[in-house]
């Protein structure tokens, strides 16, 4: 089989890579691990910037999320039991957000690839990269027993953290830097109508709490919880009882509780693996980078880093030119490390850090104070909050 890009992983990046490489007439065959199914299955990121609204847009996968996906110009943060908000809408000049779950997002991309026939593998096994610093590099897998081979002119590493593309270069090639956090995110997904009519960021003496939605009528509730806790140690009325604890008197008194759909926990890290290209391997997304959901910057950025990509394969395939392929690393790398910081900083500033007591949590109400009292501060916080600038 030849293609001129073999993607690696159907998730976010890869399909909507796939999707807008396809509308600019340059051919793909995206390769995925898993099933359809099992892909949908995975309860992740909630909130799209405007930048990843633009790129479903030009990827023609955008009207579902218009329809049904609800505009936020604001967001609540809870701390020392009351609750302040931040006008992003009027703190960047009226930009906002979209409350879109990345299932329904895949969906609509899965849906997108269906309809235009394009070849997508699933359940492939035994993934594997070959001669990517050669211009014929090569994609090994398994499917049903039956051993294939793609030649293509570039490879996509879209395949997520644990993906094969990065393990796939020599160590002495990528610098790697890590910080993982002694706690995760437990979630909840359920059929209930969210507590308030935007996102709740809390900060508590009990640890973090975060009230998000997928809908009028689906909530997504995450607390705070050790890095060794299971999922097993926790029930609905546990959860929910715990949520409650963390919420002011008057988000308490609308809590609607009720069956979990899902229930899982996220650790949390921030991860970054530099440079994003190694002859014609590039990663993307996942692959190349983590940041602890606070500032619900994961989808966001692996949506970024699909849009350099793909305007740098157009490029090259339209107008012979290596500038976009050549500049894609640092270019992405250059928004990669601001959203790193923000996310960081956020989860920092929202978290319960074990280590530093009540000092902490003292110097954090006193940052929150400062946050929601200075525009100065809180326009950081906004501008941040609905995305940076793509600066192509
Ligand atoms: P994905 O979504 O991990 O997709 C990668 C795909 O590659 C496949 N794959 C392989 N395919 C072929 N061969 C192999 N050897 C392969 N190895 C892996 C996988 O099966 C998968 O289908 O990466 P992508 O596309 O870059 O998308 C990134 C986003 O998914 C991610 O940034 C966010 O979901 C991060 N994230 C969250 N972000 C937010 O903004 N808000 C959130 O609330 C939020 N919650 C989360 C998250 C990530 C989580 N992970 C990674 C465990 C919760 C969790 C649990
Ligand atoms: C979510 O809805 O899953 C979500 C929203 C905002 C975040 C993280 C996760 O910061």
Redesign the pocket.
């Known amino acids: 089989m030849r293609t001129q890009v073999a993607i690696i992983g159907a998730g976010p990046s890869g399909l909507l890579l796939g999707q807008l490489l396809h509308k600019a007439g340059i051919d793909n065959i995206v390769i995925e691990r898993q099933s359809g199914d099992y892909v949908l299955g995975r309860i992740?990121?909630?909130?799209l910037e405007q930048i990843t609204m633009d790129l479903l847009e030009q990827a023609g996968v955008a009207q579902r999320a218009h329809a049904e996906g609800l505009p936020h110009d604001g967001f609540e943060l809870l701390f020392k039991g009351e609750r302040h908000r931040i006008d992003m809408h009027k703190l960047t000049g009226g930009k906002r957000v979209m409350v879109y779950g990345q299932t329904e997002v895949t969906r609509d991309l899965m849906a997108a690839r269906a309809a235009a026939g394009l070849n997508t593998v699933y359940e492939a096994s035994n993934v594997s990269l070959h001669d990517f610093d050669s211009q014929q590099p090569r994609v090994r897998y398994e499917k049903d027993g039956v051993q294939h081979e793609i030649t293509c002119d570039f490879i996509a590493g879209c395949d997520g953290f644990h993906g094969v593309a990065r393990a796939s270069v020599p160590a002495s090639a990528v610098q790697l830097y890590e910080k993982v956090y002694p706690f995760g995110w437990l979630?909840v997904l359920a059929d209930v109508p969210p507590v308030g009519e935007e996102?709740i960021y809390a900060n508590t003496p009990r640890g973090f709490a975060?009230c998000?939605?997928r809908s009028h009528t689906r909530s997504?509730y995450?607390l705070q919880v050790p890095s060794d806790d299971k999922v097993e140690n926790w029930t609905d009325t546990l959860f929910w009882e715990e949520l409650a604890r963390r919420l002011d008197p008057a988000a308490r008194e609308r809590l609607v509780t009720g069956p979990s759909l899902e229930m899982s926990i996220a650790p949390l890290r921030s991860f970054v693996a530099e440079p994003m290209r190694f002859g014609q391997l590039f990663l993307a997304g996942d692959a190349a980078h983590i940041v602890p959901?606070?500032?619900?910057k994961g989808l966001n950025l692996a949506a970024s880093d699909v849009g350099y990509l793909s305007s740098a394969f157009i490029e090259h395939y339209r107008e012979r030119s290596q500038a976009g392929i050549d500049h894609y690393s640092a270019r992405c790398l250059s928004r990669i490390w601001k959203a790193e910081r923000f996310s960081w900083w956020f989860t920092s500033l929202m978290h319960r850090f074990p280590e530093t007591g009540e000092f902490g949590q003292k110097i954090q109400e006193a940052e929150l104070d400062y946050l929601v009292n200075s525009e100065a501060a809180s326009t950081s916080l906004a501008e941040n909050y609905v995305g940076l600038p793509m600066k192509l």
């Open positions: 992740r990121a909630g909130v979630g996102l975060l998000s939605m997504r995450y959901p606070t500032g619900a």
